[in-house]
Every structure is written in structure tokens, then in C-alpha cells.
């Protein structure tokens, strides 16, 4: 849902149909694992996917694939 851009914890919610409460609550949590990164825009919160630490992720989850096959 964040690989398209920033979305609010209300728009998260309407689209998961839960509250935004229980949606901030995971931000939160993906959040302090530097997974995604929260913005304040006026009173709005918005949260966007830390895309170079998922590069990262994923380049290292590509090299051991690579090391797999080559085996």
C-alpha cells in the first residue's frame, strides 16, 4: 500500500477497514524497526516505505539467492 507514496493512518484505515488507532499502533511498530517513515504535514501524519533500507533488504536477500544457485 506505501510502495505507491505517503498515506495518512485515517487512509490506511478506511482502506484495511480497522480504526486508525490500531493502524498508528503498527506505524509505530514498523516504525521503530526503521521500516517506514513518518512526516508531519500541518496536523496530518504521513508514513512512506524507507525504500534505501528496503533496497538494502532486498539486495542481500537477491546476493543469497545468487550464492544458491550458483552452488
Not at 20 to 27: F, K, N
Not at 43 to 71: A, F, G, Q
Request: glycine share 2%; proline share 1%; hydrophobic share 35%.
Amino acid at each position: 500500500m506505501l510502495k505507491h507514496g505517503e498515506l495518512c493512518s485515517s487512509d490506511i484505515a478506511s482502506q484495511l477497514e480497522i480504526t486508525p488507532a490500531s493502524v498508528t499502533h503498527h506505524l509505530n511498530k514498523l516504525r521503530s524497526a526503521n521500516l517506514i517513515i513518518k512526516t508531519r504535514k500541518g496536523r496530518n501524519i504521513y508514513y512512506t516505505v524507507h525504500t534505501s533500507l528496503m533496497e538494502d533488504v532486498l539486495t542481500y536477500m537477491y546476493s543469497l539467492i545468487d550464492t544458491k544457485v550458483l552452488k
